[in-house]
């Protein structure tokens, strides 16, 4: 059985701390078909001015999905993901997700949006902010955001 989520604004989540090698940041562009030097060529990236390979915006989003569906658990559903790469994410070091609940709002439909700005840290500077918007069942008894039919789902 699944615990029931009730966000609030202020609510934090978990941090979530990940190692930046060369195999994510590779595997990442890999799996996203990015074959673009820069996301696994050193050589390349370097003679084009990057301090090395850079994390492509794919495997971000795919970071930043598994930071909040962490939280939410199963029943949570991303409705909308934005996000703004602020400085390259290289391999060395410790990628940090920070998030909070910014806003709370219910819905017709049993569900709760909640908005959570997300920013990512390397080595105590900003490299990435995001805010994801996401609906959750409003009570135990609530169907699940995933049979949320398509001409009622508005995120």
Request: charge should be positive.
């Amino acid at each position: 059985m699944t615990t029931l989520l009730k966000p609030h604004i202020g609510m934090r989540l978990p941090e979530l701390a990940l190692p930046l090698t060369r195999k994510l940041i590779i595997m990442g562009a890999a799996a996203t078909r990015d074959w673009q030097p820069q996301h696994h060529d050193p050589a390349w990236a370097k003679e084009a001015g990057l301090p090395d390979i850079i994390m492509n915006n794919y495997t971000q989003a795919g970071l930043i999905s598994r930071f909040v569906t962490d939280w939410s658990g199963p029943m949570g559903r991303i409705g909308r993901l934005r996000f703004a790469m602020r400085r390259p994410i290289c391999p060395g070091g410790t990628a940090t997700f920070n998030g909070m609940v910014v806003d709370v709002t219910a819905e017709q439909q049993a569900m709760i949006w909640a908005e959570i700005d997300i920013e990512i840290m390397v080595e105590k500077k900003t490299v990435t902010t995001a805010t994801v918007k996401m609906a959750l069942p409003a009570t135990a008894r609530s169907p699940s955001p995933w049979h949320c039919p398509a001409v009622k789902w508005h995120p």
